[in-house]
Each structure stands twice: as structure tokens, then as C-alpha cells.
């Protein structure tokens, strides 16, 4: 089992900037590639971006890209998302999760843990 804990959450201009944290407990971390996914009112979650296990390929939707950031930090367990140039669009819960697979992927049935999400809130 993983538990996985969003933080950083917030609200924020346009334009402006959030750093979010997932941090991990349970298994070890680093054994997990790790994705962000959020899910706006009414709309389905949706793939924001990924990091492998290591944290040596990282993949990103064409909507955050140039702007949104991944790392993690497998010495504290702790999974980042770094996001600049926040639009009004980029309103929504995100969530962190774990899988184990060998490859980077977006699909959200892949995953095998969620957190419980941290609401980002971006004002125009």
C-alpha cells in the first residue's frame, strides 16, 4: 500500500504561480512512476503529467507544457509540480498517483494510487 498526501493547493492570479507537493508513504517511493491528473467542475480528470521512477524522463499534456514543471525527490518521498503562467483554465482538484509500470503513461486506470486531491484555484 502507498498513501499519497497533496499540499500547496491555493489561490492564485492569473499569471501567477503554486508549487504543488505529494508527499508518500508505505512502499518505497521510488519504486513508482508518478503522475499529476486534475478534474475541473463537471469535466472528467484529466492527464497533466508524469515523471519515472527516478525522475530521469518526465512527459506532459500539450495544454500544461512550456509551463507546468514535475520532479520528485526520492530521498524525502516527495513528488512536485511546479506551475507557472497560471490560467483561469488550470482551475481544478489535483491529484497525485503511483503505478508500476516500465513506461510513462496517461491512462488513469493504470494507476494503482491516488491521493485525495489539492484544489488550485486560478482567478482572471
Not at 59 to 81: E, W
Not at 89 to 99: I, P, S
Amino acid at each position: 500500500q502507498v498513501q499519497l498526501v497533496e499540499s500547496g493547493g491555493g489561490l492564485v492570479q492569473a499569471g501567477g504561480s503554486l508549487r504543488l507537493s505529494c508527499v508518500a508513504s508505505g512502499r518505497t517511493f521510488s519504486s513508482y512512476a508518478m503522475n499529476w491528473f486534475r478534474q475541473a467542475p463537471g469535466k472528467e480528470r484529466e492527464f497533466v503529467a508524469a515523471i519515472s521512477w527516478n525522475g530521469g524522463s518526465t512527459y506532459y499534456a500539450d495544454s500544461v507544457k512550456g509551463r507546468f514543471t514535475t520532479s520528485r525527490d526520492n530521498t524525502k518521498n516527495t513528488l512536485y509540480l511546479q506551475m507557472n503562467s497560471l490560467k483561469p483554465e488550470d482551475t481544478a482538484v489535483y491529484y497525485c498517483a503511483a503505478h508500476q509500470l516500465r513506461i510513462l503513461t496517461r491512462d488513469r486506470d493504470a494507476m494503482d494510487y491516488w491521493g485525495k486531491g489539492t484544489l488550485v484555484t486560478v482567478s482572471s
